[in-house]
């Protein structure tokens, strides 16, 4: 699911949409007139980017041979050289991002959109790069989906980040097999793997694979997390099960086996990145046990209900899933974020993802193009590029429940189970690994929440320091796992404390599929909840509504206890009485570590109403001393 922040200032193209007139042409002195029927133009402008790097041209797609355009006599008036590539058949232009077409033939009409991106014959594979580059421009121009100076403002910066060199597919892919080679993990497949895969056989696969893992996640110098491992190992050899009943005859076990350890190395790569900041989680919790989980329970429960999934629909999901947040860990936006904090970076993170899937597969050697055909390869790189809102901007839930699906139908079934589980992924369990390693830092949290309002920074720097410094005391914890944390401390800014302290809000959700298809969302209310956003001042169900409007595109003010709310596909019901015992060892060690501590409970409900006394006046430093007071207090009780 998206993160929204605040944005920085960068540059991204525009579109700007037109309609033709009917107009006349005259192909020869002896030939009638002949008129062309009115169309929508759609044209992709630059304005001018930061001099810091060149940007490329827009996505494109690796260039095939040019469509060969019938000769035309001259006509009486020269045109003169054009940007704009013609699409008569669609009905429509589009103009490439710096891709002038300097026209050989004075009436010539250009390269037809329909030949240049296959429209034509969409149920074929002609065109299929070209059109998930087609998807990514169009991503690029309408992202956030709203309009406006801000709106303008998050275009051009996602822009940028697109055409960073930083963020290239061959820079992302060398940062890959560094770390993979930090972490001793071998990406050679064993001898004999040249054989078909069912020769070799799905076994022999996975336990090849399982000294990757170990060394990914099982290494007590570096990353040592049981938990993490287990799912990672489950997922693994789920992943091969369903490879072993798609996989065509000729995939090798080669083939399964690079594929299988790319994703891993994908997945322990996005741990290590979001470990490293301050933000709701997209590692192995995210990708693997909410997200895949998750599609592979819409699933069952779809064809239950008589719907097809096939095996290979839910290798479609594996693969979506476990590339579709790799925008976060890109060069300039992880980076940006532990430089800056978070100030709108991972905005658009969607189809920084999508395009390395588009680049990779478009080596036809690459395993991905032997396990997945070209219509696959759509999905995957759709469901990715749009995970959290349609191409339209909306949440986009439309499960046909058809044993016979048609490919629009398994796209639309795709994508829908694929936004339900990425965007149910909301509270407790999507926290940072910060809080979860260290429950303790919600109080430092806390605590730089009032550093924050009554503006003093030497304080707020001071409060990270120590928070840093407890992090760095845990001997339980592995030396490069203590690197990480620490430096995710450095990544708390002015607004994070709150924004994550609003995700202690709900447990997991629970699923249910009707009939028709609609799909029912249940969420039972933490029993953490409301004391923890009482300590923080927040608005007690803020979390959840913010949930309603990102499943059901609906804006709801939620009044506690049973409600349901109704959306298009969706509807989400809440159990918002409040449960008295813990459920998870997080719950358990919040109400053990947070809410039982006196000292700490006092000092953050008497701030919570000096801060919102503060809001009220016009000058509030009598206000602002006396919550430094208190803060000065709480500290000194905790030493002495």
């Known amino acids: 699911m998206a993160e929204i922040s605040p944005l920085k200032t960068s540059q991204a193209p525009f579109l700007r949409k037109s309609q033709t007139k009917p107009v006349k042409q005259d192909k020869a002195p002896t030939a009638l007139p002949t008129t062309q029927e009115p169309s929508e133009s759609f044209e992709l402008q630059n304005p001018p980017l930061s001099q810091k790097f060149k940007p490329q041209t827009s996505p494109q797609a690796t260039p095939g041979p040019a469509p060969a355009v019938p000769e035309s006599p001259p006509s009486t008036t020269a045109a003169p050289p054009s940007a704009v590539i013609s699409n008569d058949k669609a009905g429509g232009t589009l103009t490439l991002l710096e891709t002038p077409l300097s026209s050989t033939a004075s009436s010539e009409k250009g390269v037809s959109l329909v030949d240049l991106f296959g429209l034509d014959d969409p149920k074929t594979n002609n065109g299929s790069e070209q059109r998930m580059a087609k998807a990514e421009a169009t991503y690029l121009q309408r992202y956030p989906y709203k309009e406006g100076e801000k709106a303008d403002q998050t275009r051009r910066e996602l822009s940028e980040r697109y055409h960073h060199p930083k963020n290239s597919t061959q820079a992302f892919n060398q940062q890959l ?247 149910t992924h909301a509270f407790d369990d999507k926290l940072p690994e910060l809080l979860l390693q260290e429950p303790r830092s919600l109080k430092s949290l806390r605590m730089i929440q009032t550093a924050a309002e009554i503006g003093d920074k030497t304080l707020f720097r001071e409060l990270q320091d120590d928070l840093k410094s407890m992090v760095e005391q845990r001997k339980d914890l592995a030396p490069d796992d203590r690197k990480a944390l620490a430096t995710s401390v450095g990544t708390i800014d002015e607004v994070a404390h709150k924004f994550n302290a609003r995700r202690i809000a709900g447990r997991r959700p629970t699923y249910e599929i009707s009939d028709s298809g609609q799909i029912t969302v249940g969420v039972q209310e933490s029993p953490i909840h409301r004391p923890v956003s009482a300590l923080f001042g927040l608005p007690a169900y803020k979390q959840m509504e913010n949930f309603v409007e990102d499943n059901a595109s609906r804006e709801v003010k939620l009044q506690g206890g049973k409600e349901r709310i109704e959306g298009d596909g969706i509807s989400v019901e809440f159990d918002l009485g409040v449960a008295s015992k813990a459920s998870n060892r997080f719950e358990a060690q919040i109400q053990e570590q947070v809410l039982k501590d006196r000292d700490f409970t006092r000092f953050a409900l008497l701030d919570a109403q000096l801060s919102k006394q503060q809001k009220l006046v016009d000058n509030p430093d009598k206000i602002i001393a006396k919550r430094r007071q208190l803060l000065q207090d709480y500290r000194q009780s905790q030493t002495a």
């Open 177 to 423: 097999n560094d770390f993979a080679a930090s972490r001793g993990v071998q990406k050679k497949a064993p001898d004999g793997f040249h054989k078909p895969l069912a020769e070799v056989g799905l076994e022999q696969v996975k336990r090849a694979l399982a000294p990757t893992v170990e060394a990914l996640f099982s290494n007590r110098d570096l990353n040592n997390n049981p938990d993490k491992k287990q799912v990672v190992s489950e997922q693994v050899n789920r992943f091969l099960d369903l490879v072993g009943e798609a996989a065509p005859k000729d995939l090798t076990a080669a083939d399964a086996f690079k594929i299988a350890q790319d994703n891993t190395v994908l997945v322990a790569y996005q741990d290590r990145a979001a470990g490293e900041v301050f933000m709701g989680d997209h590692g192995v919790r995210h990708l693997l046990g909410h997200n895949i989980r998750v599609c592979e329970e819409l699933a069952d429960k779809a064809v239950a209900k008589g719907a097809q999934v096939t095996a290979k629909d839910r290798l479609v999901m594996h693969q979506a899933m476990v590339m579709h947040d790799l925008g976060y860990a890109m060069d300039t936006v992880k980076n940006g974020i532990q430089k800056d904090g978070i100030a709108g970076q991972e905005n658009g993170h969607n189809v920084l993802a999508a395009r390395v899937l588009r680049d990779q597969t478009a080596d036809p050697k690459h395993p991905l193009n032997k396990l997945f055909e070209k219509r696959d390869l759509e999905h995957i790189h759709a469901c990715m590029l749009h995970h959290d809102r349609d191409a339209e901007g909306k949440a986009g839930i439309d499960l046909r429940l058809t044993s016979q699906p048609t490919e629009e139908d398994r796209r639309a079934n795709l994508e829908t189970m694929v936004r339900t589980a990425d965007n």
